[in-house]
């Protein structure tokens, strides 16, 4: 079974412009959730989604994001990036009540 | 809120040799998971063991087992024969079983690093 990808892998870009990150998560997996990761703050989480629905939500402002569609893949949308949104974008697919998440590969994102 | 310590942030070990991982979280709930990851320089997040806190069993993973303590809130990690391959970033996760939510809140990490 294929493991879960994102595009792109890197992404550079500057301050103002929007961004979108695509994730499709292991087939039959449900529920998407998407994490950032910096050097400074570590592992936060984003948002959640099942069923095309936002299920759970971090602690990040309204410029971050999501939405998923009907064959669970998954994006999430920075807009008016800032030079602190440089991170790496980690998303994570989960059978619904198995909690278990798998792990993509990331998408490194930088703000100049 | 859920908070995870893992007051470890480096160790070193030799090849072939044990070696423990720390990680104390904090909750009020009684019933969630525990996860440790691992994340080698390519920066992908791969999972290395898992358990439920109803289990009271250890979970073991060929080389990789746990030592849960429910009471002390204490999940550590030991890797037995430790390889070149286990130089990694390791992160203690955190989930309740709530049937909904799968919000995952994750320690700082341990960078560990495997020497010859």
């Known amino acids: 079974k294929a493991g879960v990808t994102q595009t792109p892998r890197y992404l550079i870009k500057t301050r103002g412009q929007q961004v979108t990150l695509s994730c499709s998560p292991i087939?039959?997996?449900?529920?998407v959730s998407w994490y950032q990761q910096t050097p400074g703050q570590g592992l936060q989480f984003l948002f959640e989604?099942?069923?095309?629905?936002?299920?759970n939500k971090g602690n990040f402002p309204g410029r971050f994001s999501g939405r998923q569609f009907s064959n669970s893949r998954s994006e999430m949308n920075v807009s008016t990036l800032e030079l602190g949104d440089s991170a790496l974008y980690l998303c994570?697919?989960?059978?619904?009540?198995?909690?278990?998440?798998?792990f993509g590969p990331g998408t490194r994102l930088l703000v100049l | 809120a859920q908070t995870v310590t893992q007051s470890q942030p480096e160790m070193s070990v030799q090849e072939a040799e044990t070696v423990t991982l720390s990680c104390t979280y904090d909750?009020?709930?009684?019933?969630?998971?525990l996860f440790w990851y691992k994340q080698p320089p390519s920066r992908q997040m791969i999972l290395v063991i898992r358990?439920?806190?109803?289990?009271?069993q250890n979970a073991t993973e060929n080389r990789f087992s746990v030592n849960f303590q429910k009471a002390a809130k204490s999940f550590s990690l030991k890797i037995s024969d430790s390889q070149l391959g286990d130089t990694a970033m390791y992160f203690c996760?955190?989930?309740?079983?709530?049937?909904?939510?799968?919000?995952?809140?994750f320690g700082t990490g341990t960078r560990l690093q495997v020497t010859l």
């Open positions: 994570a697919s989960s059978l619904d009540r198995a909690k278990t998440q798998y």
């Open positions: 087939s039959g997996h449900r529920s």
């Open positions: 989604y099942f069923s095309e629905t936002q299920r």
């Open positions: 909750t009020s709930e009684n019933n969630y998971y």
């Open positions: 358990q439920e806190a109803y289990k009271q």
């Open positions: 996760a955190f989930t309740l079983n709530t049937g909904t939510a799968s919000k995952l809140t």
